[in-house]
């Protein structure tokens, strides 16, 4: 009768008589491939992190010298995002809605805005005291509008031209007027 063979501690030779176990090309090849693969997923991450953090001249919209990515402390979009929603904290451990959305002006008034992108979704959005507009947006023209989303009411925040900063302040700063690095 043979006695059970003891596996081999990790690391520790093979055992006399064994072949030793190699890694075949084909498996070198998959192994390497993965390996670039991973290396410029990340390395993309970080040209976008680095590339349009608000940072740059342009601020949080990109601008002169901006990404195509929006990234940085008021959050992450496309620059060339056409509409969408987003759940964002409300400061007091809570979430809110917010929405974004570029595209000409149909109709405007005192009190609503309505909006029709390049895709043909259109929106009206409630404009009251709080909202803040750089110039004066007219009929025709293509602005971008922030709204915060309560039920099926979306009230603007912000009105301004495409590729300006869109929460409040100039580049570089949130909402609150503060400074953020």
């Known amino acids: 009768m043979t006695e059970p063979t003891q596996p081999a501690e990790w690391g520790a030779p093979a055992p006399e008589g064994e072949p030793k176990k190699t890694w075949s090309g084909r ?65 007091n451990g809570g979430y809110r809605t917010e929405r974004t959305q570029t595209g000409e002006i149909t109709e405007i008034s005192a009190t609503s ?3 029709t992108s390049k895709d ?27 709204a915060k989303v309560t039920g099926s009411t979306a009230t603007a925040t912000t009105i301004a031209k495409p590729g300006q900063n869109q929460r409040g302040g100039p580049p570089g700063q949130g909402q609150d007027g503060q400074r953020r690095y």
């Not at 601020?59 to 995002?81: A, S």
């Not at 043909?120 to 922030?146: F, H, L, M, R, W």
Request: no cysteine; hydrophobic share 35%; proline share 4%.
């Open 120 to 146: 043909g979704y259109k929106q009206v959005y409630t404009i009251d005291a709080s909202t803040k507009k750089t110039g004066e947006p007219k009929t025709g023209e293509t602005v971008t509008v922030n």
């Open 27 to 91: 498996k070198t090849a998959i192994a390497a491939g993965a390996a670039v693969v991973i290396a410029a997923g990340g390395g993309a991450a970080i040209w976008a992190g680095t590339a349009a953090n608000g940072t740059e001249q342009g601020g949080m919209m990109g601008g002169p010298g901006g990404g195509r990515v929006l990234i940085g402390p008021d959050g992450g979009m496309p620059r060339d995002t056409l509409h969408g929603d987003f759940v964002v904290s409300d400061g």
């Open 113 to 115: 805005v309505s909006l």
